[in-house]
C-alpha cells in the first residue's frame, strides 16, 4: 500500500478535486489518500476561531458562512449536492452559537475548531471519488489517529493509532481510505491538531504506521527545488535528496515539507516522492537513502522569516553553559521555542528562535534570573552545499548577526529582506 498526499492548493477548487481524483483513479489500490483542508480554508477558520474566542458570535458566524459558501461553491462546480456536507456545517455552526470559550484555552478550542476544514475536505473529497466510481472509504482522524493533548502541536500515539486505524482497515484493504492531515484526537475524544501545514506529517507517520511501500506528496511545484522561487531567482530542481539533507532542510524552514515528515519515513526506510499535481507524469523529486549523498552540487537556499534573536545572561555572571544550561533550556520548552540557532560564549548564551505568542511569557520568565537582550525581524538564511560565493552575495549590503558554519552548511542570521 502506498500513500497520496494532496495540499490545500491542490485541491482549492473543483478542478483540482477533479484533477485528484483522475491521479487516485489512475494509481494501485489500496491506496491512502491524505488531504488538506482546501485553499485557505484553515486561515480562514482560525478568523472564525479569533472571533468566537473574543466572543464575537456574529461575527464568528458571518466569517464561517463565507468558509460555507466557499465549500459549496466548489460542490457544485462537482456535481454533489449540498446535502453531503450539512451535518458539518451544523457541527460548526452549533459550536459557534451554544458554546462559550470561557473554559478551556486558545489552544484547545482552535483544535476543536479550526479542524472542521479538513472534515470538510475529506467529506467532499469522499463523496466525489465513489460519484466517479472509485471506491473510497472516509476515516474519522479524530477518533483513529490518536495523538496527546498538546493541543495545536499534539504528538502522534503510534501504537494507539495502529489500533485504531487498522480496525478500520480490517485484513483485507481495499479501495481508497481517504484520511484527514494534520488533524487527530486524544483517547478521551477531543480534536487536537499537529501544528500549520502538518498533513505531510500525518502521511509520514501513518505510512510508518502502515509499513507502506512510500509516500507521494502532490504539491504545486515541480519537486524540490534548490530555492523558494518566490524569493530568490533561478532556481533548479533537485530530483535526489537523502533523509538527512532532508531533515536539515526542512528544519530550517524550507517550506516544501514539514520537518517532522522525515522521521517515520527515515526510521522504516519509505520513500518519499514530490510530484507536480498539474503534471503527474512528471518525476518530481524523491527523498531517501541514508549516506551523505548530495548528487547535484547546488547550493540550496533555505530562508526562516520572523527570527528573534535572544541573548541570555545569568544576572550573577555565572558560567552559562555550566550553570544555567538546564534551567534556560526548560524554559525554551515550556514555552514551545523553535530553536534555529544557537552560540555561546563564557557568560552568554545566545539563541535564535521563531516569532510566536509565547515570547513574551519567555521573557518574562527569563528576565527573572538573566539579563535579556532581543532583535526581532531577523531572518536566518541556511545554505547547505555552500560555496564562497553565494556567502559573499548572500551577505553582501546585509548587517548579519550571526554566522556559524560546519563543512555542509553556512548560516547567517541577518536584518529582515522581506521588502526584497
Ligand atoms: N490545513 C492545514 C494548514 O493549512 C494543514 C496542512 O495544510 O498541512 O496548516
Ligand atoms: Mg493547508
Redesign the pocket.
Known amino acids: 500500500m502506498e500513500v497520496y498526499k494532496f495540499?490545500?492548493a491542490s485541491v482549492q477548487s473543483a478542478e483540482g478535486v477533479k484533477n485528484l481524483s483522475c491521479i487516485v483513479g489512475k494509481a494501485e489500490k489500496p491506496l491512502v489518500v491524505v488531504v488538506?483542508?482546501m485553499g485557505k480554508?484553515?486561515n480562514a477558520m482560525e478568523e472564525v476561531l479569533r472571533y468566537f474566542m473574543e466572543g464575537e458570535k456574529e461575527q464568528a458566524a458571518n466569517r464561517f458562512s463565507v468558509v460555507k459558501e466557499y465549500h459549496i461553491r466548489i460542490m457544485e462546480g462537482l456535481g454533489l449536492g449540498q446535502e453531503r456536507v450539512a451535518s458539518v456545517f451544523a457541527s460548526v455552526e452549533r459550536i459557534l452559537a451554544e458554546e462559550t470559550p470561557s473554559c478551556n484555552g486558545y489552544d484547545y478550542w482552535y483544535d476543536r475548531i479550526v479542524s472542521f476544514g479538513e472534515i470538510l475536505s475529506t467529506t467532499i473529497v469522499n463523496a466525489y471519488l465513489n460519484v466517479q466510481g472509485i471506491k473510497s472509504r472516509f476515516i474519522d482522524m479524530r477518533r483513529s489517529f490518536i495523538t496527546d493533548n498538546r493541543h495545536r502541536e499534539a504528538n502522534v500515539d503510534y501504537e494507539l493509532s495502529r489500533e485504531r486505524l487498522l480496525k478500520e482497515i480490517g485484513t483485507e484493504p481495499e479501495g481508497v481510505y481517504l484520511l484527514q492531515g494534520?488533524i487527530g484526537g486524544t483517547k478521551e475524544g477531543e480534536s487536537t491538531t499537529l501544528g500549520r501545514?502538518g498533513?505531510d506529517y500525518t502521511a509520514a507517520a501513518v505510512a510508518n504506521i502502515l509499513d507502506c511501500k512510500a509516500v507521494t506528496i502532490w504539491k504545486d511545484v515541480p519537486g524540490i527545488l534548490n530555492a523558494d522561487p518566490r524569493i530568490f531567482g533561478n532556481t533548479v530542481l533537485i530530483p535526489r535528496l537523502t533523509y538527512v539533507d532532508a531533515v536539515e532542510l526542512a528544519y530550517s524552514g524550507a517550506q516544501i515539507i514539514h520537518p517532522k515528515t522525515i522521521k517515520p519515513l527515515q526510521n522504516k526506510d519509505i520513500p518519499l516522492y514530490v510530484r507536480p499535481f498539474g503534471t503527474p507524469e512528471a518525476a518530481g523529486s524523491v527523498i531517501k537513502g541514508n549516506e551523505g549523498y548530495t548528487p547535484h552540487g547546488i547550493p540550496v537556499l533555505i530562508l526562516k522569516r520572523d527570527q528573534i534573536l535572544i541573548s541570555i545572561r545569568p544576572k550573577d555572571f555565572s558560567f552559562v553553559l555550566e550553570e544555567s544550561l538546564a534551567h534556560i533550556f526548560a524554559l525554551m520548552h515550556a514555552y514551545r521555542q523553535k530553536i534555529n540557532l544557537i552560540q555561546s560564549s563564557a557568560i552568554r548564551i545566545t539563541l535564535s528562535v521563531d516569532n510566536s505568542r509565547y515570547f513574551s511569557g519567555l521573557l518574562e520568565e527569563l528576565q527573572k534570573n538573566y539579563k535579556v537582550k532581543y532583535n526581532d525581524n531577523l531572518e536566518l538564511l541556511t545554505i547547505r552545499g555552500y560555496n564562497s560565493e553565494v556567502v559573499e552575495r548572500e551577505s553582501a549590503g546585509h548587517t548579519v548577526y550571526v554566522r556559524q558554519q560546519t563543512r555542509r552548511s553556512y548560516k547567517l542570521l541577518r536584518e529582515s529582506t522581506a521588502e526584497r
Open positions: 495540499g490545500g488538506s483542508a480554508t484553515t494534520f501545514e498533513s
